[in-house]
């Protein structure tokens, strides 16, 4: 998504000091979108984040439930008129909650941009360029390329972007065959012809 | 030619002369910019992706969880 500079999961909404993966206690999976607002909104990500989810659907466990963690009085204010707004079309009750944010703990590396390591030959590239665990977490390119692997995005900005990535022409082409061949957004896209 | 006290201060003066020269070229050493020797292989780590060097002046974080 244009705007996103970059995306931590971890894990956070709960009491319990230092959660990890095999002892989350009472905290949620969640995910920390970092963003220029000068190019996208707060509301523009509330918007996209009812869109990905069914804000009546029963939550699955406390580990796996739906949130808006809000930052601010700004965030908490914009969220809560969100909320309202889509009360208004709903008859069902909705389920996901408005809180604000308490401690953000990040999960273990290998969480994070989960989808592009299970592309090996995208990810050794892009791991090539951030030896460190925590800069490749907080890379911008790694953030779109795990986006794109999963789905999101579209062909038109992502043949675009794809010179910007860092990665070789043949890791490119790997990178549009793969979203051609598991995203109906980008079935029959071809790498774009070099700058 | 000249007297020996004379003799005697020119050369304490020469002496000083060199000691200040040579001081002066020390200092000078120690204000030049410090050899830092490069390794090879820092020299050919892969660029940064063009979308990383991008400056963002101001970012805003917002937190979701999507179960």
């Known amino acids: ?195 | 030619m000249f007297s020996g006290r004379v003799k005697l201060v020119l050369l304490c003066a020469g002496v000083l002369g060199f000691a200040f020269i040579g001081f002066n070229s020390h200092i000078a050493s120690k204000n030049a910019a410090p050899k830092i020797a490069i390794p090879m292989a820092t020299a050919a780590a892969p660029s940064l992706p063009v979308i990383d060097q991008a400056i963002v002046k101001k970012t805003e974080s917002a937190l979701f969880a999507l179960g």
Request: one cysteine or more; glycine letters at 6%; hydrophobic letters at 35%.
């Open chain 1, 1 to 195: 998504m244009p705007g996103v500079i970059r995306t931590t999961v971890g894990y956070s909404g709960g009491t319990s000091a230092n959660p990890d993966y095999t002892n989350i206690g009472d905290h949620s999976e969640v995910i920390l979108v970092e963003f220029d607002p000068l190019v996208v909104s707060y509301a523009d990500l509330l918007a996209v984040f009812w869109d990905l989810h069914d804000p009546t659907a029963e939550p699955w466990s406390r580990q796996y439930r739906n949130a808006i963690f809000h930052l601010n009085e700004s965030q908490q204010q914009q969220a809560e008129q969100s909320y309202a707004l889509l009360a208004e079309h709903h008859s069902a009750d909705i389920t996901t909650t408005l809180e604000p944010a308490g401690t953000f703990y990040p999960a273990e590396d290998y969480h994070q941009k989960f989808l592009l390591r299970q592309s090996n030959w995208i990810f050794s590239e892009l791991r090539a360029i951030y030896p460190d665990a925590t800069d490749f977490a907080a890379s911008t390119a790694a953030a779109r390329v795990n986006g794109y692997l999963g789905c999101n995005g579209d062909p038109l900005m992502l043949q675009n972007q794809i010179e910007d990535f860092g990665l070789s022409r043949a890791v490119q082409e790997q990178l549009i065959k793969e979203v051609a061949d598991s995203c109906e957004q980008f079935i029959g896209l071809t790498c774009p012809a070099p700058r």
